[in-house]
T-cell receptor, first 111, second 115 residues
Framework: EDKVVQSPLSLVVHEGDTVTLNCSYE??????LLWYKQEKKAPTFLFML????IEKKSGRLSSILDKKELFSILNITATQTGDSAIYLC???????????FGSGTKLNVKP | NAGVTQTPKFQVLKTGQSMTLQCAQD?????MSWYRQDPGMGLRLIHY???????DQGEVPNGYNVSRSTTEDFPLRLLSAAPSQTSVYFC??????????????FGPGTRLTVL
């Protein structure tokens, strides 16, 4: 059974649109949830979330965690073609270094 | 700092061959991990280590061995390659904790094809 589920699996939008990516999880001993962006190479780090309700922001990207409902969202406003990538969500189960990844959301931003 | 380095970048094996994927980091990170990524999927944890001499299995450990004799190096050994092991392999490292400096750094990946 998947511990981390992302939705949607893929998404096509036009430049300027706002998108919301979802990540739900089910792990014991939750420590943190991480978002990554992957563009044909290794994933690059976006956010680490550990506390509910505290929004993390970086430019047009923001993310928030709900530890009661066991999910996180990643928002991207005013999307650009450079945002096209696979967005991965990962959860640290607290076993020191055991991360579970979702299958990712493939975002395609058209001009 | 070179960060996390992996060699080789590409490798083609025949079924039954063995090989070692190399991973090294120069950030003095205690934690290191190996993941595989298959097309259209996220990363799956193969093995991980929380320090020199300490390793443990992840989600998909079968067919792979690891060792951690130094803090810097974490090689992944394929014992007898199978076509099902065709994948992209990523090594990662991080320091313990959940602060903003504890993110996981990934190597560039090794693309392995088993014929």
């Amino acid at each position: 059974e998947d511990k981390v589920v992302q939705s949607p699996l893929s998404l096509v939008v036009h430049e300027g649109d706002t998108v919301t990516l979802n990540c739900s999880y089910e792990v014991t001993n939750f420590r943190s949830l991480l978002w990554y962006k992957q563009e044909k190479k290794a994933p690059t780090f976006l956010f680490m979330l550990t506390s509910s309700g505290i929004e993390k922001k970086s430019g047009r990207l923001s993310s928030i965690l709900d530890k009661k409902e066991l999910f996180s969202i990643l928002n991207i406003t005013a999307t650009q073609t450079g945002d096209s990538a696979i967005y991965l969500c990962a959860v640290d189960e607290g076993n020191f270094n055991k991360f579970y990844f979702g299958s990712g959301t493939k975002l395609n931003v058209k001009p | 700092n070179a960060g996390v380095t992996q060699t080789p970048k590409f490798q083609v094996l025949k079924t039954g061959q063995s090989m070692t994927l190399q991973c090294a980091q120069d950030m003095n990170h205690e934690y290191m991990s190996w993941y595989r990524q298959d097309p259209g999927m996220g990363l799956r944890l193969i093995h991980y280590s929380v320090g020199a001499g300490i390793t443990d299995q992840g989600e998909v450990p079968n067919g792979y061995n690891v060792s951690r004799s130094t803090t810097e190096d974490f090689p992944l050994r394929l014992l007898s390659a199978a076509p099902s092991q065709t994948s992209v392999y990523f090594c990662a490292s991080r320091s313990p904790g959940t602060g903003i400096y504890n993110e996981q750094f990934f190597g560039p990946g090794t693309r392995l094809t088993v014929l």
